[in-house]
C-alpha cells in the first residue's frame, strides 16, 4: 500500500472514529443505533466493508452509486450490490486539492481523493461507479473518475416537467439496465426487479416511520444520530438496514409512547437545508445539538430526502416498473440542479408545518453555486412563514468549527428567546 494511501487511511478513520465516539458517548443514545455506527465504522475506520457486506467468492459485482437518481432496485435485481460513494471526508478532499479546480466544492474533491488513492478501500471495491449528470461539478468530476475507474454517466434531464424529458430518462434508464446485465452477466427478469422494488419499499417505509417519529412533539431522537443511521444504507445491505432500522424506530416508539426525550421539549425545532452533511462532515448536526438546538430534520439527499419516495408500480410487468422506477427518480427529486424546482419550496413549507419548526440553517458548501442560488428563494418563503434563516458557508475543514459555533449559537439563543417571548405573552 502506497505511503500517501496510508496517511489517508489513517487521517480518516480518526476524524471518522471521533464522530462515532462522540455518538457512543451519549449516555441516552437510542441502543439501537449501535447497529448503524458498526457499519459506519467498517467503512471508515476499520476499513472492511468487503467483510462486513460478504462479499464472498464468487464476489457478486459492485455499483458505486453518486446522488440520488440511479435506481438501487435494477442492481439489486441484477444481482450486484450498490454502494453510495458522494464523500464528507476533509482530508480526502485534499487529496483532492490537485485533481480538481480550486473553487470546486468539497464534495466533488472529497470524491476524487478517495478515487484516486482507494482510500477508503470500499472506493476499490466497485467495479464500475455510476455518475448522474446533476450539477456541472458532479458532471466534470465524472470525467476525471474516468481516469481511475469505469465510469458510466447517467444523463438526468434538468427540467423535469417536460414530456420529452421524461421520455429520455426512461430511456436512459433502460440503458443502464442493459449495462447492469453486461456487468453482471444476469439479465433483469420482471420478478428479480419487482422484489427489489418491495425491499427497497421496506427499506423506504421504515425511513419515513423515522421521519414521522421525528415529528413527535418532544423530539425522541437527536439529529446527527438520525442522519447517522439514514446514512448507514449507503454502505449497508438493504434488507439489513431495514431489519435494523425497524428495531430503532420500534425503541423511538416507545420513547415516544412516555415521552422519553434525550433534549426536553422546550427546545428550538431546527431544519439543517442547503447541501448535504455528508459522514464523516458531521461539522454542523453536531454544533446544532451542542449548542442547545434539536435538529428535528434536513433536507438532505443523504438524510431525509435519501429514501423518503416510494416506487409506485402498479400492474408489475417490466414496462411499468421502469416507467415507475423513473417517475420515483426523477419528479420528487428536489435537488437543486433542477430548473425550475418549485417542488423543494413545496417541500420545504410542508417541513415547517409537519416538524413545527422554529428555524433554519442553511449549508452552503464552498465551490457550491447551486444550493446558494436557491437561497433567496428559501428565504423568501421562511419571511412568509416567520421563521429566521442563517446561511453558513463552509467546507471540509474542520478550522472554522469555533467561529460557527459562535454563530449557530447566537442563532439558537435568539430562537430560544422568541419562543419564550411568545410563551409569555
Ligand atoms: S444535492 Fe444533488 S448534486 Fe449534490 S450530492 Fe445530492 S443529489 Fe447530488
Ligand atoms: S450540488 Fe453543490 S455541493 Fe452538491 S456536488 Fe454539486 S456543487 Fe457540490
Not at 98 to 127: F, I, M, Q
Not at 232 to 252: I, Y
Not at 379 to 387: I, S, V, Y
Request: with cysteine; charged share 30%.
Amino acid at each position: 500500500m502506497g505511503k500517501r494511501k496510508q496517511r489517508l487511511l489513517r487521517a480518516l478513520g480518526r476524524s471518522a472514529e471521533g464522530v462515532l465516539r462522540g455518538l457512543e458517548e451519549a449516555a441516552d443514545r437510542p441502543k439501537q443505533l449501535d447497529y448503524f455506527i458498526e457499519v459506519m465504522r467498517a467503512a471508515y475506520v476499520d476499513d472492511c466493508l468487503a467483510e462486513r457486506l460478504e462479499l464472498n467468492e464468487p464476489r457478486p459485482k459492485v455499483v458505486g452509486i453518486y446522488c440520488v437518481m440511479a435506481p438501487e432496485e435494477l442492481v439489486y435485481a441484477a444481482g450486484a450490490i450498490p454502494l453510495r460513494l458522494c464523500g464528507g471526508s476533509h482530508e480526502a478532499s485534499c487529496a483532492g486539492d490537485e485533481l480538481a479546480p480550486r473553487d470546486a466544492c468539497p464534495v466533488v474533491k472529497s470524491a476524487l481523493g478517495s478515487t484516486a488513492l482507494g482510500a477508503p478501500s470500499l472506493y476499490e471495491l466497485c467495479d464500475v461507479v455510476v455518475v448522474p449528470t446533476t450539477c456541472d461539478a458532479k458532471r466534470k468530476m465524472g470525467e476525471e473518475l474516468a481516469q481511475h475507474t469505469e465510469v458510466w454517466v447517467l444523463d438526468v434531464p434538468h427540467v423535469k416537467e417536460s414530456e420529452g424529458a421524461r421520455r429520455q430518462w426512461l430511456e436512459e434508464l433502460h440503458g443502464f439496465k442493459r449495462d447492469l446485465e453486461r456487468l453482471t452477466g444476469n439479465r433483469i427478469k420482471r420478478r428479480a426487479l419487482k422484489e427489489a422494488i418491495a425491499m427497497l419499499g421496506r427499506a423506504q417505509h421504515q425511513a419515513r416511520r423515522l421521519y414521522q417519529l421525528r415529528q413527535a412533539p418532544v423530539p425522541v431522537v437527536r439529529g446527527n444520530e438520525a442522519a447517522l443511521a439514514l446514512h448507514a444504507f449507503a454502505f449497508d445491505r438493504a434488507d439489513r438496514w431495514t431489519e435494523a432500522m425497524t428495531r430503532l424506530n420500534d425503541e423511538l416508539e416507545d420513547r415516544v409512547r412516555h415521552q422519553q426525550s434525550p433534549q426536553g421539549a422546550q427546545i428550538p425545532r431546527l431544519m439543517l437545508a442547503g447541501a448535504p452533511s455528508i459522514f464523516p462532515n458531521w461539522k454542523l448536526p453536531n454544533l446544532i445539538e451542542e449548542m442547545g438546538g434539536a435538529l428535528v430534520t434536513d433536507e438532505s439527499c443523504v438524510g431525509d430526502r435519501y429514501l423518503y419516495d416510494p416506487v409506485g408500480a402498479v400492474e408489475n410487468t417490466m414496462e411499468d416498473m421502469m416507467v415507475a422506477l423513473g417517475s420515483r427518480y426523477l419528479m420528487p427529486c428536489t435537488c437543486p440542479s433542477f430548473a425550475p424546482n418549485d417542488d423543494r419550496l413545496f417541500r420545504l413549507r410542508q417541513a415547517v408545518e409537519d416538524f413545527q419548526l422554529d428555524g433554519v440553517l442553511y449549508l452552503v458548501l464552498k465551490g457550491c453555486v447551486i444550493y446558494d442560488f436557491e437561497l433567496q428563494r428559501v428565504e423568501k418563503l421562511m419571511r412568509e412563514l416567520g421563521l429566521p434563516v442563517l446561511r453558513i458557508e463552509t467546507d471540509y475543514n474542520p478550522e472554522d468549527v469555533e467561529q460557527l459555533r459562535t454563530r449557530v449559537e447566537a442563532f439558537i439563543e435568539m430562537i430560544q428567546e422568541n419562543i419564550q417571548q411568545e410563551g409569555g405573552a
